[in-house]
């Protein structure tokens, strides 16, 4: 049976007034990193929550099977505001799309803590899982423990079992598909990229591909970059999309619609002003 979901990346409350009364040759910095910034007159969350808000009244017009949220939740994971806030509008989801949560630097932070990610666990859950529908099986890891595991001892090796016994279990099961979320996307354009600020590092980047081909998992979807970014190894597909908060490129806030068939996966993104009435399968 197709069906489809909605992926959200980066919703990251507070981020448009972060950029209030920043340093031009701060900014100037980010744009040579390939990151456009630009000085905001924001002081709220306005921004954050007007494009929230209309993202959330398109899913429960598309009626998705449901929506997940890849990383960076909010810009500082101390701020019980942002975290009341971005959760307070997920109330208006409507009761039958359930919203699944991904951890994002900005929400556990790099290296993550015991500490920083039981703060998490309590608001949004799990931050590594598995869930299953109509067929195909979806993963959820922390990526942030990936980048930077010195300050969470066990956690690392603690996401590869996890994988290992995750995915042999469902691959023994017959499902017609396996996908991975994640907050920083494995590689930007090849495996063997240099580690940067943008992928997970090629030490622990190259044992998650691992398993990943092992298993058959086809796509790994991410966020993190603030716009969209496509790469492959072999028959795994790496997607980074566009933020739904702040755009650091030429992609404008929106997300992307997957659709997902017993013989493939297909999948678009869509800004804000371009989201389509339906979705057709």
């Known amino acids: 049976m197709s069906f489809f979901f909605v992926q959200l990346a980066d ?3 507070g981020l448009f007034k972060s950029f209030n009364g920043r340093d031009p040759e701060e900014l100037q910095r980010w744009w040579r990193k390939g990151l456009r ?17 209309r993202a959330l009244e398109a899913i429960n017009r598309l009626r998705p099977a449901f929506a997940i949220t890849c990383g960076d939740l909010v810009q500082d994971k101390t701020d019980v505001e942002q975290h009341d ?12 799309i359930p919203m699944r949560w991904v951890s994002g630097n900005h ?12 703060a998490y666990q309590v608001r949004y859950g799990p931050d590594n899982y598995s869930f299953d ?15 930077d595991p010195s300050s969470a001892p066990g956690e690392w090796e603690g ?5 290992e016994c995750d995915l042999a279990k469902a691959r023994e099961s017959g499902v017609d598909h396996i996908m991975l979320f994640t907050h920083h996307p494995l590689f ?14 090629r030490v622990r980047r190259e044992k998650i591909v691992e398993l990943l081909m092992e298993y058959g998992v086809t796509y790994a979807f991410a966020g993190h970059w603030h716009k969209n970014a496509y790469a492959e190894y072999g028959p795994l597909n790496v997607v980074a999309s566009g933020a739904i908060g702040y755009p650091l490129g030429i992609d404008p806030a929106g997300f992307r619609i997957v659709k997902v068939h017993a013989d493939r996966v297909e999948h678009e993104y869509f800004g804000l002003d371009e989201i389509p009435e339906s979705v057709t399968l």
């Not at 910034?37 to 808000?53: A, C, F, L, N």
């Not at 996401?159 to 994988?163: A, D, E, N, S, W």
């Not at 495996?191 to 590092?201: G, K, S, T």
Request: proline share 6%; net charge negative; charged share 20%.
């Open 11 to 13: 919703t990251q409350f």
């Open 37 to 53: 910034i630009y000085p905001t007159d924001v002081t709220d969350m306005s921004e954050e929550t007007d494009h929230y808000t």
């Open 85 to 96: 806030l971005l959760l307070k509008l997920t109330e208006m989801l409507d009761d039958d």
């Open 107 to 118: 929400d556990v932070g790099v290296p993550p803590t015991p500490e920083s990610i039981a």
């Open 133 to 147: 529908h109509e067929g195909s099986h979806f993963v959820v890891i922390n990526s942030s423990v990936a980048v």
């Open 159 to 163: 996401i590869v079992k996890f994988l």
């Open 188 to 201: 930007i354009a090849f495996l063997d990229e240099a580690d940067h600020m943008l992928n997970v590092p």
